[in-house]
């Protein structure tokens, strides 16, 4: 019954829009039948559950609360703390909490994992209350999976801390397609951000055994060893950094001072994925949020922003889509260990793309593969296969597969002989750095269209 109730719901919001729906509802509980229905779904009077402007700095920023705003796409998935996974993604086993057809629009309120982790103290008033933050300018759905989250234990030293809504089925989805993933929106829901510099995390980290990362020395390690409380086990007592980050008028602001810096907001999803382990355990090794895989992931690209599409190969039936880990804002190579993270809205369009089709790139039926409006987006991994075996982070690895990608694609795609891609390559195209924090590491190409038309 309460499948038949989401499925039934979900049918109502897209046949009539939200506010038509809640005036629906509405007309419903008090007992009008069909044609108090019709009154309401044709009233022009404004709904109870408007979102409000927030005040202050933010000036007329609006805070996209959970319902609230109208979702753009065909279906609407918000984060449920009886649904959303704390720390891993979907294996090929989960069930899916979302169902739509190849070719349709979802929209899904991601939630940031900064501000409700332990070592913030797993409570988001208090916590953005701190920096000023009103606690009706909270998420209602950050609050709720902060304090009733039990899906999975919570271990901060072992999990990953990624809030992933989803898997979605995408019907006709086999093992062997593509999903091709189409951003259209990515609407921050907040008017802050944070950026978190963890001890034993981010380029700067100092190893496990103690000593520093080769080609740093102990003094140049961050955060600072002498602040590193790990060893207390009380994740409010680690000494990690995390620095609150406004949002004014399109860009980021930190203070530090009396002075303050400000950079434009690129928001975009650093996390969208397909089922991809093959553990049935939900916490296996295999599902941690943290390494990106062959299935995508946390593959922290800031290309696949509104605008780009993002290609993946299938392994599940239904390929079971998810995203998470949303950012306002990344440089290249996201150094100190996160984003700027926030919570955003994204809109996607999902499409299955069968073998010899020729609707896919032909690398994305084995690899990831993106394009923006102006270039294809070969990608490297360091170590793909989430986890087995271990775990390395060769960005030397990284790059030689994001560069036999690209000549794949050339030679395969575009029809150039190899040796001429790879002059080309070497010439016009390039190659930077994704992430280096993420266990396995990442490089991007980007190979120009303009250069062939």
Not at 286 to 294: E, G, H, K, L
Not at 342 to 369: E, H, I, M, N, Q
Not at 404 to 427: I, K
């Amino acid at each position: 019954m309460a499948d038949f109730a989401r499925h039934a719901a979900e049918a109502l919001w897209t046949g009539l829009g939200r506010r038509d729906f809640l005036r629906a509802v509405a007309a419903v509980g008090a007992g009008t039948g069909v044609a108090g229905i019709a009154a309401a779904c044709s009233s022009s009077s404004s709904s109870p559950s408007e979102p409000s402007a927030t005040s202050g700095s933010a000036g007329s920023f609006t805070v996209l609360q959970p319902g609230q705003g109208d979702p753009s796409g065909d279906h609407y998935l918000q984060s449920r703390p009886d649904e959303v996974l704390w720390g891993y993604v979907p294996n090929v086993h989960a069930e899916p909490v979302l169902r739509m057809s190849s070719g349709q629009t979802v929209s899904i309120d991601a939630v940031s994992h900064e501000g409700i982790l332990e070592d913030q103290g797993r409570n988001p008033v208090e916590y953005f209350g701190a920096h000023g933050v009103a606690e009706a300018d909270v998420l209602d759905d950050a609050v709720a999976i902060a304090s009733e989250y039990r899906r999975t234990p919570r271990d901060f030293d072992k999990d990953g801390p990624h809030v992933v809504t989803g898997p979605v089925f995408v019907e006709g989805a086999e093992p062997g397609d593509v999903v091709k993933i189409e951003v259209l929106e990515a609407i921050p829901r907040v008017p802050y951000g944070v950026v978190s510099s963890r001890h034993g995390k981010g380029a700067l980290a100092r190893a496990s055994d103690g000593s520093p990362p080769a080609g740093i020395t102990l003094a140049e390690v961050m955060p600072p060893t002498a602040t590193d409380g790990r060893a207390t086990k009380d994740p409010l007592r680690y000494g990690n950094v995390s620095t609150f980050t406004a949002v004014e008028d399109g860009h980021g602001v930190m203070t530090y001072g009396d002075a303050r810096v400000r950079f434009p907001l690129r928001p975009f999803m650093g996390m969208m994925g397909v089922a991809f382990s093959q553990d049935t355990e939900l916490t296996a090794a295999t599902a941690n949020s943290i390494p990106p895989t062959v299935g995508g992931g946390n593959i922290d690209i800031r290309l696949l922003g509104p605008g780009s599409t993002f290609y993946l190969p299938v392994f599940a039936e239904g390929a079971l889509f998810y995203v998470g880990d949303p950012h306002m804002g990344m440089g290249d190579g996201e150094v100190a260990l996160t984003a700027m993270e926030g919570s955003l809205r994204g809109t996607y369009r999902l499409t299955v793309c069968k073998p010899g089709s020729g609707d896919a790139p032909s690398v994305s039926y084995r690899y990831p593969f993106a394009e923006t409006a102006d270039a294809w987006v070969p990608i490297g991994l360091s170590d793909p296969d989430g986890s087995v075996g271990g775990q390395g982070s060769d960005l030397d690895v990284a790059m030689r597969r994001a560069v036999v990608n690209a000549l794949d694609f050339l030679e395969t795609d575009r029809g150039m002989d190899r040796a001429t891609a790879y002059a080309y390559l070497s010439a016009a195209a390039d190659f930077s750095v994704s992430q280096v924090v993420d266990r396995t590491v990442g490089v991007h190409g980007q190979v120009y269209k303009a250069h062939f038309s």
